[in-house]
């Protein structure tokens, strides 16, 4: 099975930061990746589908990247509405759906 | 607009079976896939499985082989998930979630509408 790793756990950034996380596979994907962004005791809402197509409606601060096994998800600039936990993932066979753990953003 | 409306919170002895409703609207249910999502108290997203309403096909995690069955009523454009053999690890959130459909059994896709969730809790 291809597990899916994410750094960091967690982090806490100023305002107007730019953000990153990793999210690795441990096999080859492709670009069969999205991020999710959860805001506590909310549902999860999809911001990037295939590695870098951004979601309708979805800020533009929001980028994501990569291909194969290394992708990063960015918050060019964090607001305090991207106070969230961010999860990849891989969807690249449907038996084999798996989310990332999860990078918890906190604003510093 | 789309939207997949859940069944309410459930309380279970363990041992016992559950099952959770999503009703979709808004869109063709049939042109979709819905998965089953949960999330246990503090915990990350864990996907469970998924039906393809067109062909009646479910693909399950084999973590939840042969203990959940995941169906869709194409008529009322609802699926349904059910969880059996129910122990305390089982106390979570359940999502369904509203994936593409490729064409391929084996092909996954990511998740754009999410149902509000349910919580199921195990507990004697």
Do not use: H
Request: glycine share 10%; net charge positive.
């Amino acid at each position: 099975d291809i597990q899916m790793t994410q750094s960091p756990s967690s982090l806490s950034a100023s305002v107007g930061d730019r953000v990153t996380i990793t999210c690795r596979a441990s096999q080859g994907i492709s670009n069969y990746l999205a991020w999710y962004q959860q805001k506590p005791g909310k549902v999860p809402k999809l911001l990037i589908y295939a590695a870098s197509t951004l979601q309708s409606g979805v800020p533009s601060r929001f980028s994501g990247s990569g291909s194969g096994t290394d992708f990063t998800l960015t918050i060019s600039s964090l607001q305090p509405e991207d106070v969230a936990t961010y999860y990849c993932q891989k969807y690249n066979s449907a038996p084999g759906i798996t989310f990332g753990p999860g990078t918890k953003v906190d604003i510093k | 607009q789309v939207q997949l409306v859940q069944s309410g919170a459930e309380v279970k002895k363990p041992g016992s079976s559950v099952k959770v409703s999503c009703k979709a609207s808004g869109g063709t249910f049939s042109s979709y896939t819905i998965s089953w999502v949960r999330q246990a108290p503090g915990q990350g997203l864990e996907w469970m499985g998924r039906i393809i309403p067109i062909l009646g096909i479910a693909n399950y995690a084999q973590k939840f082989q042969g203990r959940v069955t995941i169906t869709a009523d194409k008529s009322t454009s609802t699926a349904y998930m059910e969880l059996s053999s129910l122990r305390s690890e089982d106390t979570a959130v359940y999502y369904c979630a509203r994936g593409g459909y490729s064409g391929s059994l084996e092909s996954g896709y990511y998740f754009d509408y999410w149902g509000q969730g349910t919580l199921v809790t195990v507990s004697s």
